[in-house]
């Protein structure tokens, strides 16, 4: 079945450091991938999406790009901010599990002054 | 716009009581979906409908029921609360792939 494995967190970093959180996935089929953000208290929220491969989602400075040869999807900013303190998911919604999404753990990312 | 809302925020249940999660959207999106969010655990899907008078079963359906009257409204039920549901619940709806969550559930069992 379809599954989403992210690095663990936390991710710790001083403001306008460069950040990565990997994502890889497996699934049936061609999946569309997402990355979620959900910030303390909230529920979760579309950052950026990707329905094929080589494309890139992008969004208030973060980027990801479709890798379908590395079935990856990794996120990352040139310079965060302490307003991006949050916890990150990745997901994936394909045919071979109905559309349902299918989410990672989550990566909590801190950001220090 | 108000989206997927979520009632109540917060919730404080004895072992053994029942209560209902209401869950309500109001962009006429076929698909909505319950989910329980736990530490470590990310989060894990209870069930689902992809539309009125039909409902199915996610990964942790148990404990739970739902319904599906109408296209806005998805309630979950607890119909006998144990410590084990302490968690945070997400309603969400879903249209081209793309999920749109309410704010949460805060639920605790004592």
């Known amino acids: 079945g379809d599954s989403v494995t992210q690095m663990e967190g936390p991710v710790t970093l001083s403001e306008e450091a460069f950040l990565t959180i990997n994502c890889t996935y497996t699934a049936t089929g061609y999946p569309s991938l997402f990355w979620y953000v959900q910030y303390p208290g909230e529920g979760l929220q579309l950052l950026l999406k990707a329905t094929k491969a080589d494309d890139k989602g992008s969004n208030k400075g973060f980027e990801a790009t479709y890798r379908k040869e590395t079935t990856s999807f990794h996120l990352e900013k040139g310079s965060v901010q302490v307003s991006d303190s949050a916890v990150y998911f990745c997901?994936?919604?394909?045919?071979?599990?109905?559309?349902?999404?299918?989410f990672g753990r989550g990566t909590s990312l801190i950001v220090h002054p | 716009n108000a989206g997927v809302t979520q009632t109540p925020k917060f919730q404080v249940l004895k072992t053994g009581q029942s209560m209902t999660l209401q869950c309500a959207q109001d962009m006429n999106h076929e698909y909505m979906s319950w989910y329980r969010q736990d530490p470590g655990m990310g989060l894990r899907l209870i069930h689902y409908s992809v539309g009125a008078g039909i409902t199915d079963q996610g990964e942790v359906p148990n404990g739970y029921n739902v319904s599906r009257s109408t296209t806005e409204d998805f309630p979950l039920r607890l119909l006998s609360a144990a410590p084990s549901q302490t968690s945070v619940y997400f309603c969400a709806s879903r249209l081209d792939r793309v999920a749109f969550f309410g704010q949460g559930t805060r639920l605790t069992v004592v």
């Open positions: 997901a994936l919604s394909s045919s071979g599990g109905s559309y349902i999404p299918t």
